[in-house]
């Protein structure tokens, strides 16, 4: 069965300094995978997706994903957070071709001054 | 051109009631999903709806819960005789024809049982 694992639930970041959130994930063939940010209150907006070719994906607000086939593992990044970037992250898979995804649990962000 | 409206954003019902959540999809798009979002946890997959047509309800529970698409008007998410495990916030989100992946979400309906 498919399945989405991220291991943090909870980073604090100083703002200026660099992010990472992690994403594994199970299932048999190629993966399309995706990372979502939800402010509070709010529903989620997509920040980049991967469905195959160049490993790492650009996307908005300056994020990027690495695609490791090896290590079952689609991680997030920033170079230099910002206050604004405060909210929670939710890395998902796409379990069939209607277009249904599965989440990860999410992982809260805090940026501290 | 206005996003993915669900309404309305706040809902609260005493067990027992019912609660009809609305989702009016992005102009354009034909194809509606429902997820649910528990505290603490990531969305679940509920319902996926095409106009008049249930494809996917794997994620809804067997029973209380509801699902349509009328060809006109929006897609309503219909829970009966609601119960405290209820409580969430419920998300529809649409694509368009042609991109499954392709999703706006809306910004939810935080449902909440007294």
């Known amino acids: 069965a498919q399945s989405v694992t991220q291991p943090d639930i909870h980073i604090t970041v100083s703002e200026g300094a660099s992010l990472e959130l992690r994403c594994n994930y199970s299932y048999g063939a190629t993966p399309y995978l995706f990372w979502y940010v939800q402010s509070p209150g709010q529903g989620l907006q997509l920040l980049l997706k991967?469905?195959?070719?160049?490993?790492l994906v650009q996307g908005i607000k300056g994020f990027e994903a690495e695609f490791k086939r090896s290590q079952s593992s689609f991680n997030l990044r920033k170079p230099s957070v910002h206050w604004s970037d405060a909210a929670e992250y939710f890395c998902?898979?796409?379990?069939?071709?209607?277009?249904?995804?599965?989440f990860g649990a999410g992982t809260q962000v805090v940026v501290t001054p | 051109n206005a996003g993915v409206m669900q309404n309305p954003r706040h809902l609260v019902r005493r067990r027992g009631q019912e609660a009809r959540l609305r989702c009016s999809p992005m102009k354009g798009h034909s194809h509606v999903y429902w997820y649910r979002q528990l505290p603490e946890e990531g969305l679940k997959f509920m319902v996926y709806l095409q106009k008049e047509n249930i494809i996917d309800e794997s994620g809804m529970p067997k029973e209380r819960f509801s699902a349509e698409f009328p060809k006109e008007g929006p897609s309503i998410l219909r829970i009966q005789q609601v119960v405290r495990g209820d409580s969430a916030a419920y998300f529809c989100a649409s694509s368009p024809q042609g991109d499954n992946y392709g999703y706006t979400f809306g910004s939810g309906t935080r449902l909440t049982v007294v």
């Open positions: 991967y469905f195959s070719g160049d490993t």
């Open positions: 998902a898979v796409a379990t069939d071709s209607w277009g249904k995804l599965q």
